[in-house]
């Protein structure tokens, strides 16, 4: 079994910056991915950005070029970095990780963390 706790949210300003956290804790050698995901109010919950072991990336379009995500294997840890927020960046944040790449599946999901931004 894998942990994922996720830290970070809180209340930006449109405009603003934010860093989410992900500490991964228990068998995190049976990850062979991470990423994260939200969802908005009323919406259902969507793909952000995902890391594998190795480092390569990949993220949805509507945050290429605001969003990097990045992680520290040494600390078992993920980083969502978000510059230039909007209001369509409100919702929960959610961290994942996965144990096989090639069925793009989710196996462990945090709790999530609130973010809101304020126009």
């Known amino acids: 079994q894998v942990q994922l706790v996720e830290s970070g949210g809180g209340l930006v300003q449109a405009g603003g910056s934010l860093r989410l956290s992900c500490a991964a804790s228990g068998d995190i050698l049976s990850i062979t991915f991470m990423g994260w995901y939200r969802q908005a109010p009323g919406k259902q919950r969507e793909f952000i950005a995902q890391?594998?072991?190795?480092?390569?990336?990949n993220s949805a379009n509507s945050v290429k070029g605001r969003f990097t995500i990045s992680r520290d294997n040494a600390k078992n840890t993920m980083y969502l970095q978000m510059n230039s927020l909007n209001s369509e960046d409100t919702g929960v944040y959610y961290c994942?990780?996965?144990?096989?790449?090639?069925?793009?599946?989710?196996?462990?999901w945090g709790q999530g963390t609130q973010v809101t931004v304020s126009s």
């Open positions: 890391i594998t072991r190795g480092g390569v990336t």
């Open positions: 994942a990780a996965g144990k096989y790449i090639l069925t793009s599946r989710m196996d462990y």
